[in-house]
């Protein structure tokens, strides 16, 4: 499975560079940092949310786990829970583990934890199993326009 051409023209029209990674299968973000032998803070792990009726991705570093209280005070929701495969496969037509962090290619907002800032370059998910990107965290932040705050705490 390729990185779907609507990502790669998404990064285009914005204008940021990046290098597309090709690996072994991967299905999570520890798998992928033993795989391409990384640290876990250079590896952008992807959450789908439901906070409250609507989805958001979170972007946390791998090593990192999503508060999920940060996260629905940042949002100001009343309540913020890890999206069930079942949804993410029939709202977003991708497989688990599948997810980008490219909330704007499935029309949703995107939070990221402002952790991922002291990585320069950062490792994410690119809709494939097989390939990823690499790119600037400023770049993707150009690209996705994230609500950055505190989200996530250290495993």
Do not use: C, W
Request: aromatic share 8%; hydrophobic share 40%; no cysteine.
């Amino acid at each position: 499975m390729a990185i779907p051409v609507k990502l790669l023209n998404h990064l285009k029209k914005a204008k940021v560079k990046y290098d597309v990674l090709e690996h072994k299968t991967v299905f999570t973000a520890y798998d992928l940092a033993q795989t391409m032998k990384r640290k876990l803070s250079e590896i952008a792990k992807t959450v789908l949310v439901k906070a409250d009726k609507e989805y958001f991705i979170v972007v946390v570093p791998a090593h990192y786990k999503v508060d999920f209280k940060k996260v629905k005070a940042l949002l100001k929701a009343k309540r913020v829970d890890i999206a069930k495969e079942k949804e993410m496969q029939a709202k977003f037509k991708v497989k688990p583990g599948a997810i980008t962090p490219f909330g704007s290619q499935h029309k949703i907002g995107v939070v990221m934890d402002k952790a991922l800032l002291k990585a320069k370059e950062a490792i994410f998910s690119a809709g494939s199993f097989t390939q990823s990107l690499k790119m600037k965290v400023k770049d993707y932040q150009k690209a996705e326009q994230p609500t950055t705050g505190t989200v996530g705490k250290k495993k």
